[in-house]
């Protein structure tokens, strides 16, 4: 009965993760019934797989939950805050509890998560370079919702894009195999250098160096031979290589690095009016001028953590750095054995945590789910 439970769980969530990557995006402004759906699925699937409040990582981020759905909100509601604006912070809040939810699918097989993750990855990316939203829209005559520009923003993406091309230079054995996986990183490549993402292509080029690295210290013969197809590679795509180069510098001339250091004063200043506001943030809802675009009036900042300090204080934004460091130092501990994925999932959430927007989005969840599920249970599946 318990494997029938789990089987029905994980074929929600990959009916949820399915109508996510195909008719979906990560951060939709008016949520319909294909969200709604897919909430239910997540849902559902959190029933079949039972909540996981006991283990260790978990306590700290329950803490965080507890936190944030009483302290932000009854600050929010004494503010006086708009209730579509408090739901909407609420629900983007709820993305830090799915490994809670999720986590018991995956406490003896993690790989159909992984498959999941990929699988939503890529298609957000064939998704941005086709652009069949765009297409199906025009022949409807119906506005155009440009949010579908950012999937190629969505930590998914980053996720899949590093994984594979971590996995094809470094951890696969088969060279065909290998092959294949570099090939299809190119594919979510395509899509973060469309939208000239900065930081994520330093930080997978950081990666990848330092993967060459370890390589010719452990395994001299194939980082000689990773060198040398490397060199070769950058020599014939030279011409692209200089334009994306020369375009990435001129984007950093013209916009810098986007006003986040701004954004984090402004943030800074909306919270020291009293002490309540330093210590528990200004609640869900609260807006400001964010020098980050143009001081329009916005509801969010631009990382995981200037938005919990902003909405929940300095107690909220202590409580998420334990939370979300217990996961992660949950997950270093297994480097050994999963090297690959456990640096695909730190690349892919420091963005969220200090950059992007992205922290927002089911993507950011899931990302935290197998930071626990992918690398925790892998002694399972070695024992098994």
Request: proline share 4%; charged share 10%; glycine share 8%.
């Amino acid at each position: 009965m318990d494997d029938d439970r789990l089987k029905f769980g994980r074929i929600a969530l990959g009916l949820a993760a399915a109508l996510y990557a195909c008719l979906s995006s990560p951060s939709p402004d008016a949520p319909g019934v294909v969200e709604a759906l897919i909430i239910f699925l997540l849902l559902f699937a959190s029933f079949m797989g039972g909540f996981r409040i006991k283990d260790g990582w978990a306590r700290p981020l329950l803490i965080l939950l507890l936190y944030g759905f009483s302290v932000p909100v009854l600050i929010g509601v004494f503010a006086s805050a708009a209730p579509s604006d408090m739901m909407r912070d609420m629900v983007a809040f709820t993305a830090l509890g799915l490994p809670v939810l999720l986590a018991g699918l995956f406490a003896q097989d993690s790989k159909f998560l992984l498959y999941i993750l990929l699988g939503t990855g890529l298609i957000f990316s064939v998704r941005y370079l086709m652009m069949p939203d765009l297409v199906m829209v025009s022949l409807a005559a119906g506005p155009f919702d440009d949010r579908l520009l950012y999937l190629a923003n969505s930590p998914l993406v980053f996720f899949t894009a590093s994984w594979l091309l971590l996995q094809g230079s470094f951890g696969e054995l088969k060279i065909s195999r290998a092959i294949l996986y570099c090939a299809l990183a190119l594919v979510p490549l395509a899509a973060m250098i469309g939208m000239m993402q900065r930081a994520t292509l330093g930080l997978l080029a950081l990666a990848w160096i330092g993967g060459l690295a370890f390589t010719f210290v452990n395994r001299p013969q194939r980082g000689v031979m990773m060198a040398i197809v490397s060199v070769a590679v950058l020599m014939i795509a030279w011409p692209f290589v200089n334009s994306l180069v020369a375009s990435l510098l001129l984007k950093t001339e013209m916009v810098g690095w986007n006003a986040r250091s701004l954004e984090w004063q402004k943030i800074f200043t909306e919270i020291n009016q009293d002490i309540t506001s330093v210590l528990f943030g200004r609640g869900w809802g609260a807006l400001m001028q964010s020098p980050a675009v143009g001081d329009e009036w916005v509801r969010f900042s631009h990382s995981l953590l200037s938005s919990m300090l902003w909405k929940g204080g300095w107690a909220g934004l202590l409580l998420t750095i334990v939370a979300v460091g217990t996961l992660a130092i949950t997950a270093l501990r297994r480097m050994r054995e999963q090297a690959v994925t456990v640096t695909a999932l730190i690349l892919a959430l420091i963005p969220a945590c200090f950059l992007y927007g992205s922290y927002k989005s089911l993507c950011f969840g899931l990302l935290l789910t197998g930071l626990v599920c992918l690398v925790v249970t892998t002694r399972a599946e070695n024992e098994a």
